[in-house]
């Protein structure tokens, strides 16, 4: 079973409606983190949580939050979609007890979302 | 600023090696990763160097200097599955903690 897990793993919505994409991790990592991947740039970071009562904004939070349920569970709203956050979304994990490679991100399958 | 430079596309033939570069803003820098990610799917930890030097794990091998903030990944004996992308990313101090800064990734093809 993988230890991230991402749902949906697409999505096609309509601008201006409401959408939810859920991460789960079975790996027992406090840290947890939303990004999207769009072609020809890197990974951006949306958001991140450092632990359940503990939430950030990234470089690119704007028309978008997040809910971090439990240690296991953070999820990120498109509160109103709209066309350019069509965008292949990560969730990942990290566990920076061991220190550098410490850092390593663990990341889910992703989510494509296409907003029309 | 803390941007993460590399190629974006090389081709590679099937059994020969393949050295990607990377280059970095060294401000607050704290390590250096490199992921595989191929087509669709999720990034996957390669490498991670924080000294000068090379580190070696089998085929693939990731290369640092602190001083010229470059870094390289080999791959060596390539294989049509090492058809991929592969992302240099920086471990950066920034704003109280280390986050990790994405280079746009090389997209590698290899062909027989």
């Known amino acids: 079973d993988a230890d991230v897990t991402q749902t949906p793993r697409n999505r096609i919505t309509k601008t201006g409606k409401r959408i939810m994409l859920e991460c789960s991790q079975t790996?027992?990592?406090?840290?947890m983190y939303w990004y999207r991947q769009d072609p020809g740039l890197g990974l951006r970071l949306i958001y991140y949580s450092f632990d359940v009562k503990d939430i950030n904004k990234g470089e690119i939070s704007d028309g978008y939050s997040v809910s971090r349920q439990a240690q296991a569970k953070f999820s990120l709203s498109l509160e109103s979609a709209i066309p350019n956050q069509t965008a292949l979304y990560f969730c990942?994990?990290?566990?920076?007890?061991?220190?550098?490679?410490?850092?390593?991100?663990?990341f889910g399958p992703g989510t494509r979302l296409l907003v029309l | 600023g803390q941007n993460i430079d590399q190629p974006t596309e090389m081709t590679a033939t099937e059994g020969a090696i393949v050295q990607i570069n990377c280059t970095y803003q060294t401000s607050g820098f704290n390590g250096l990763f490199w992921y595989q990610q191929h087509a669709g799917e999720a990034p996957t930890f390669l490498s991670y160097?924080?000294?000068?030097g090379l580190e070696e794990k089998g085929r693939f091998s990731s290369f640092l200097s602190r001083s010229k903030g470059y870094s390289y990944l080999l791959l060596k004996e390539l294989q049509m599955k090492d058809s991929a992308s592969y992302l240099c990313?920086?471990?950066?101090?920034?704003?109280?903690?280390?986050?990790?800064?994405f280079g746009a990734g090389t997209r590698l093809a290899v062909h027989p």
């Open positions: 990313v920086g471990l950066m101090f920034s704003g109280g903690y280390n986050k990790l800064i």
């Open positions: 790996k027992g990592h406090d840290r």
């Open positions: 990942a994990t990290s566990d920076p007890g061991g220190g550098g490679e410490g850092e390593t991100q663990y």
């Open positions: 160097n924080v000294l000068d």
